[in-house]
């Protein structure tokens, strides 16, 4: 499969599991202070301080980081962009762009919609890359942080091509869904060469010891999954997620961000006062633009919602 991939209407579905167990969250200030991570990873890069930089002035604000997600090219190109910048003037302090795959495995019913329209609409590899870079050029100092697949972004070779075209279009970070840490050197290498950081995954059912690992790895924050399955939006989160917080900020040199099943500002406020660095929110945010795609005052409304739920 190339990078430039047909549309697809797969489903993936995902089981419960046990709930993980954690010790008490560090304070904010604790944070700031934590070890640097012990391997190379990708934590030093200029993109990687950018992130880091944002998730800064929100803790000085006394709020968790807010990162909206948009997917590139949905409903179409000049659709994405402004749903782009109408996120980040409500709010973003982040903004995750998903880039449009034809198989994507971690993604619920609505982000599974939304990029198979992207792709019917004309949606490509370098459409996505030239929307980041109008992204970039249109509100420079939001940290861009593209969510992609291996096949895309890696495919047969190191990744190099398609990580410096990112890089140079004004994206910090990536965020491969489906990349771990046992198989993401070569790319981590890369990555440091063009100044992209690499946000690694922890799920409920990533073992303690496990998690120490992958966050040291990480770079810019660890992305942490609230729950196990698919992305969507939940009326409810699990009660497990605050003891999963507790334990990823424990085990992480970097803030920890949150998402999957983030829908609403008590979802929100919940993480938040459990203390999550950062908060990301994707499917909800999809479906506010409504039917069309296009409805970006109803996404500006829920984001600044979602925004004053941030506050400690």
Do not use: W
Not at 155 to 172: I, P, W
């Amino acid at each position: 499969m190339t990078t430039e991939s047909r549309p697809s209407t797969a489903v993936t579905r995902g089981a419960a599991v046990p709930a993980p167990t954690g010790t008490a969250a560090p304070t904010p200030a604790a944070v700031q202070t934590r070890a640097a991570p012990s391997e190379p990873g990708t934590n030093a890069t200029a993109g990687a301080h950018r992130i880091a930089a944002a998730f800064m002035r929100a803790r000085a604000d006394g709020r968790a980081a807010l990162i909206p997600y948009v997917v590139a090219g949905y409903p179409d190109a000049d659709g994405a962009l402004a749903a782009a910048v109408a996120a980040i003037d409500a709010g973003a302090d982040l903004l995750e762009v998903g880039l449009p795959y034809s198989d994507p495995m971690a993604d619920g019913a609505t982000l599974q919609r939304a990029s198979h329209a992207a792709l019917l609409a004309g949606a490509t590899l370098s459409s996505s890359v030239a929307l980041i870079g109008a992204i970039a050029r249109a509100r420079p100092d939001v940290p861009l942080v593209p969510m992609c697949y291996a096949n895309q972004i890696i495919g047969g070779g190191d990744g190099r091509n398609v990580a410096t075209r990112l890089a140079q279009a004004g994206a910090s970070g990536v965020i491969v869904a489906d990349l771990t840490p046992d198989e993401g050197r070569r790319f981590e290498a890369v990555a440091r060469d063009v100044g992209l950081a690499v946000v690694y995954l922890v799920a409920p059912t990533t073992l303690p010891r496990r998690r120490a690992e992958v966050a040291r790895r990480s770079g810019g924050f660890l992305y942490c999954v609230s729950l196990v399955g698919v992305t969507g939006a939940r009326t409810t989160l699990p009660a497990s997620v605050v003891d999963l917080v507790a334990a990823a900020r424990a085990d992480s040199p970097l803030p920890v961000a949150v998402g999957f099943g983030v829908s609403k500002p008590a979802h929100v406020r919940m993480l938040a006062d459990a203390g999550a660095d950062g908060v990301i929110v994707a499917s909800a945010l999809i479906d506010s633009l409504g039917p069309d795609g296009r409805d970006t005052a109803a996404l500006a409304g829920l984001i600044a919602e979602l925004r004053a739920a941030t506050r400690r």
